[in-house]
């Protein structure tokens, strides 16, 4: 059975660092597609970066600007997301999506960013 299960949000201020995880069970995170996204409120969910199942090459939508980093971590089988230099406007429930037809989605999890 798929799960996904997200951690690592919380409050950060202006400028600060978070580091999300997406456990996952059910499948193998080494040879899947996966991506991040995200959704403000009042706003559509939106895409944040996504990582191949064979290349590992992550790539990223234009607001992210360098700020942020997938990967996967293949010895606890889970989907990190690392984000710097965070701004208000990052704000958002964060969702780690298992790219498959349907797609699978964790619970999400939420990040501030405020003084």
């Known amino acids: 059975q798929v799960q996904l299960v997200e951690s690592g949000g919380g409050l950060v201020q202006p400028g600060g660092s978070l580091r999300l995880s997406c456990a996952a069970s059910g499948f193998s995170v080494s040879v899947s597609a996966m991506s991040w996204y995200r959704q403000a409120p009042g706003k559509e969910r939106e895409l944040v970066g996504s990582i191949s199942g064979s290349s590992y090459v992550p790539n990223y939508a234009q607001f992210v600007e360098g700020r942020f980093t997938i990967s996967k971590d293949i010895a606890r089988n889970s989907l990190t997301l690392q984000m710097n230099t965070l701004k208000p406007e990052d704000t958002a429930v964060y969702y780690c999506?298992?790219?498959?037809?349907?797609?699978?989605w964790g619970q999400g999890t939420q990040v501030t960013v405020s003084s």
């Open positions: 999506r298992l790219d498959t037809l349907p797609p699978r």
